[in-house]
């Protein structure tokens, strides 16, 4: 059977609720939020696991694996007790064990290789996430779904209000020590709150616009070409290296900048929003803190075509010196949840400005999942194949994901279609990144 490119065959099996499989303690019934998760719309951060037939084939019984995954996750859920309850308003979570949606569906007439090579678009990945069965004030859904072949894809579909993307690992990664080895000994925190309270009045967040047009491509850098952006990123022979992350990113502004002009013909001002990452700066956030641990602030510059590479120093400057006012400034000494206040708020206005300037500003949100344990994520035979996320809503959005190797970059890009048409047609781009046509090589 020949399968049009834009869809798979996905029969949906099964849908069922699974619940913690001990009830919450009466004193964690309420979960609050902090001041940025009420800063952070509900909206799924979605991530897709692909894993290869289980080997030895003995172990390949889907039966026997949707009842280890479901008694796993169920286990899960005592640990992540927030995860099964639901957003009540923009202060708290009612950790009411309602349970999460578990759909168990078949991919027809396709192998994981042959959904992987290419990979899959926005709407084939869409299918393998329960996105008709976790609705409203829900937290967590999950989709397991199987190839002819014997692969799996696990679709885990995470509310953004509660978890960021370090968050959403460490509940897949937990998830998956507990099916692989039973009871397990991480122990995530859910006192965000207590680190940096909540406003006492909600902020008002406005509209987020979600952009139905958008194209979400991933493009791969291979060591060799990051290694050449971050020596095209130094100043001088004799200065630091930068980051893997600075450099693409610099990179990649770079060309941002110079996608044509605003509507009357003046230079573009490129923000870019870089994100920063508090576990490990404010005293209280640990690896495991839930919840949301980043700051999101931006950077502005007026650049025009063509694409200069020459400013790729001065912009990593301009990111070095933002982590240092954040790391020297009130939020991280004093757990100031002022200063979280006014880059929220900055955020916020460089958005509004972006979705009401006509092109004249472009505001592009970038998120580095690089180094996160993603590939660990080993429920009982391997890990991961591949692992994907996506953008469904935003335009603008890059999100860098390591390769399995770990020396290389996946870029996951979201743009209109018209902007996207543009980008991935700069030669300048096609000189240090590659349009991903196989997620397994």
């Not at 000994?185 to 406005?206: C, K, T, W």
């Not at 616009?209 to 952006?229: D, G, N, P, Q, Y």
């Amino acid at each position: 059977m020949t399968l049009s490119r834009s869809i798979m065959d996905v029969q949906i099996v099964s849908v069922e609720v699974i619940k913690p499989s001990q009830p919450t303690p009466p004193n964690l019934k309420t979960h609050q939020f902090s001041i940025i998760d009420q800063y952070v719309p509900h909206s799924y951060g979605p991530f897709l696991f692909f894993y290869s037939p289980p080997v030895p084939a003995d172990k390949n019984d889907p039966s026997q694996t949707l009842t280890l995954l479901k008694s796993s996750l169920s286990e899960a859920l005592t640990l992540f007790y927030p995860f099964a309850g639901r957003i009540k308003d923009n202060h708290h979570i009612d950790c009411s064990d309602d349970g999460v949606k578990f759909v168990h569906a078949r991919v027809l007439h396709r192998s994981l290789w042959q959904a992987l090579c290419p990979p899959p678009n926005s709407d084939q990945m869409r299918q393998l996430f329960p996105t008709k069965h976790t609705v409203g004030q829900e937290i967590l859904g999950i989709q397991v779904s199987f190839f002819e072949c014997g692969g799996i894809a696990i679709g885990v579909y995470l509310s953004h209000k509660i978890a960021d993307a370090r968050a959403h690992c460490t509940f897949v990664n937990g998830w998956a020590s507990i099916a692989k080895c039973g009871p397990s000994v991480l122990r995530p925190r859910f006192d965000l709150a207590s680190v940096l309270p909540p406003m006492e009045v909600a902020p008002s967040l406005g509209e987020f616009t979600e952009v139905s047009t958008a194209v979400l491509k991933v493009f791969r850098f291979e060591a060799s070409k990051i290694a050449e952006l971050k020596d095209k990123a130094k100043a001088n022979a004799d200065e630091k290296d930068p980051s893997r992350m600075a450099a693409i990113t610099a990179f990649l502004w770079s060309i941002f900048a110079a996608m044509g002009h605003g509507h009357k013909g003046n230079p573009r001002q490129c923000t870019l929003s870089v994100p920063v990452n508090l576990r490990g700066r404010v005293p209280g956030l640990h690896e495991h803190t839930m919840g949301n641990a980043v700051v999101a602030t931006p950077l502005t510059v007026p650049m025009a075509p063509p694409v200069d590479l020459t400013a790729m120093p001065e912009l990593v400057k301009e990111m070095r010196e933002l982590v240092k006012r954040v790391d020297e400034g009130g939020l991280v000494k004093r757990r100031d949840g002022g200063e979280v206040l006014k880059m929220m708020e900055s955020y916020l206005e460089c958005y509004n400005k972006a979705s009401s300037s006509e092109g004249e500003l472009g505001l592009y949100d970038v998120s580095s999942l690089l180094r996160f344990p993603f590939y660990e994520a080993d429920f009982g035979w391997g890990k991961p194949a591949w692992v994907g996320v996506l953008n469904e809503s935003f335009s603008n959005v890059v999100v860098y994901v390591d390769t399995k190797s770990g020396d290389g970059i996946d870029a996951w890009v979201t743009m209109t279609k018209e902007d996207m048409a543009q980008f991935e047609s700069m030669p300048e781009l096609l000189k240090y990144a590659t349009p991903l046509h196989n997620a397994l090589k």
